[in-house]
Structures are given as C-alpha cells and as structure tokens.
C-alpha cells in the first residue's frame, strides 16, 4: 500500500469528523486538531510504531479559524515529527529536544538502527495524541473533553488505517478512562509503579504489541526513561512478532 492511499484513507476518516466538530462552538483557548499524514518512511520500517501521546501543546491556531483537513495533515507533514519546528519571531527552524521526542527517537531507532539506511532523523515512526486537541496548551477539563468524544474514538479507526506493528502510550494514567471506554484493554504489569505495562483487546484493535508507560518528561525526572527504553528493545527485539 502506498503513502498517499494511506493518508487519503486518513483523510476520508477525518473528513466527517472535522464536519462535526466546526459546528460547534469552542472556547478559542481550544486548539485546532492534530490530524496524522503518514511520511514516506513509515511504510518501508521493519518495526512501524505508533505513538500515542496526551495532549499537544498548542497546535496550528485555535478551532475557530476552521482549518480543513489538508491544511491540518500538512501541518503535521511540515512538522515533521518535531524536526521542523519555528518558534516566537523566529524564522530558522530548529529540532525538538525535550524528553518527549527524544523518548520517540531514541526508542524509534533502537528498534530499526539494523536497517544501515536509518538514522535518529528517520521520519519513520508516527505520533498522535489520545486527545485531539488541547486547551490554551494543556489538557483539557472533562466537559471539553466530553464535547470532544467523537476525536477519542478516532484512535482505533487510525490504528486500523496505518496498521503499526507496536503501539505505545506515553500518557500515564491520565486518560485510562478514554482508552479504557474506546479499547476495553487489559492491562498487564511488566515494570512496577506504573513504568510499563502491555495492553490487550479480545477484538484484536490493538496490536498485540501494545504498551503503556508513563509521559517521557516524568519518566526522565525519575530518572527512569533509559530503564523503559531498555525493557522495551529487549522485548521488542525478541519477538517473533514483528
């Protein structure tokens, strides 16, 4: 399957949900949507992994400038998974460093290194978020994030679309209500206090691959990331399932 099947598959997805989500009214603290456009280099990984993290931090306006769905998957082409980023006044540039996506990278790598063609700046893995939009740059309340069900479920109709072999929440226990009321997974414990578990669904809508850990910035401020990112490739790494 190619790269533009795909994200017109996405599109196709997103094109009704974007219809409902315009006609109502938001708080113009709300973001526009993050909306997934699969990059060349994903389909050609060994190990494809999805991402899944909380909330962006601000992202592309607010809901009231009614973005349509290419202007939204081209905001997430251009930014390229944290490598194209301008900030401020700023007209140069530059490349996201903070635990969040070097987690992505380091992780992303260590899993596909074998493969000489690709680097840490592979754009090879994807990223999406288990909310669709943030709330004047954090998460959020209940009420908003109820007005957005239709955005949470979405989540599944993507994983079937992009098909990741791993999938791995970066969210802490923050929204195990939306992920348990969208998969009905089961959570089994791998490293204690939270650090890791393994997902599974009897309807296969989650690979089997499926894994939780808590947000990178909390993993590095316990000094944990390196542990998670070590479990993780050794399990990874030797399984047959990928």
Request: aromatic share 10%; hydrophobic share 35%.
């Amino acid at each position: 399957m190619s790269t533009a099947t795909v994200n017109q598959q996405l599109k196709d997805l997103y094109l009704p949900y974007l219809a409902l989500t315009h006609k109502k009214t938001w708080d113009p603290k709300t973001s526009s949507p993050l909306l997934m456009n699969v990059p060349d280099d994903y389909l050609n990984m060994k190990r494809k992994i999805l991402f899944v993290g909380q909330e962006t931090h601000t992202w592309m306006g607010d809901m009231s400038k009614h973005y349509n769905v290419d202007e939204l998957q081209t905001c997430y082409k251009n930014f390229d998974l944290g490598k194209n980023v301008t900030f401020g006044n700023s007209d140069k540039p530059r490349q996201l460093n903070s635990p969040f996506w070097n987690f992505f990278r380091t992780l992303f790598y260590d899993l596909n290194k074998e493969d000489s063609s690709v680097t840490p700046k592979t754009s090879g893995f994807l990223w999406t978020n288990i909310s669709k939009f943030d709330f004047n740059g954090t998460t959020p309340s209940k009420n908003v994030q109820e007005e957005n069900a239709a955005g949470f479920e979405l989540l599944k109709a993507e994983i079937e679309i992009v098909k990741p072999d791993i999938v791995i929440f970066c969210t802490g226990t923050k929204y195990d209500d939306k992920i348990k009321s969208v998969f009905q997974p089961t959570w089994n414990n791998i490293l204690g206090g939270g650090l890791l578990t393994q997902l599974s669904t009897t309807d296969n809508s989650l690979p089997e691959l499926t894994f939780q850990t808590k947000h990178p910035r909390t993993l590095c401020m316990k000094r944990e990331n390196r542990k998670v990112v070590e479990e993780l490739t050794g399990i990874l790494l030797n399984t047959s399932k990928v």
